[in-house]
């Protein structure tokens, strides 16, 4: 059984920042890979960024250059810096986690994003 946690949404206004985290707990060897996705009401979830085991990263070209993924791989825990925030940037975020040998990823509840104008 393996738990996955968001935390660090809120309100904010344009411009500002957030600091989005999400840990994974439980029973597992190790983790692939993790990462952020978004979805705003009547729209289709879409990967935001990605942390690879190996370190390589990807971002949504409409937030690249303002996000950052990052991690702390001895807590498990992958960040979401996201600076110049846009009211197109409210959504959903959800973190996904890739287990090694895990035949389903892994997703967290949640955290509702706001930015106002």
């Known amino acids: 059984q393996v738990q996955v946690a968001e935390s660090g949404g809120g309100l904010v206004q344009a411009g500002g920042s957030l600091r989005l985290s999400c840990a994974a707990s439980?029973?597992?060897?190790?983790?692939?890979?993790m990462g952020w996705y978004r979805q705003a009401p009547g729209k289709q979830r879409e990967l935001v960024a990605v942390?690879?085991?190996?370190?390589?990263?990807s971002y949504a070209d409409s937030v690249k250059g303002r996000f950052t993924i990052s991690r702390d791989n001895a807590k498990n825990t992958v960040y979401l810096q996201m600076n110049s925030l846009k009211p197109e940037d409210t959504a959903v975020y959800f973190c996904?986690?890739?287990?090694?040998?895990?035949?389903?990823?892994?997703w967290g509840q949640g955290t509702q994003v706001t930015v106002s104008s």
């Open positions: 996904n986690v890739v287990l090694f040998g895990s035949a389903r990823d892994q």
């Open positions: 942390l690879t085991k190996g370190g390589s990263t």
């Open positions: 439980g029973s597992f060897f190790s983790i692939n890979a």
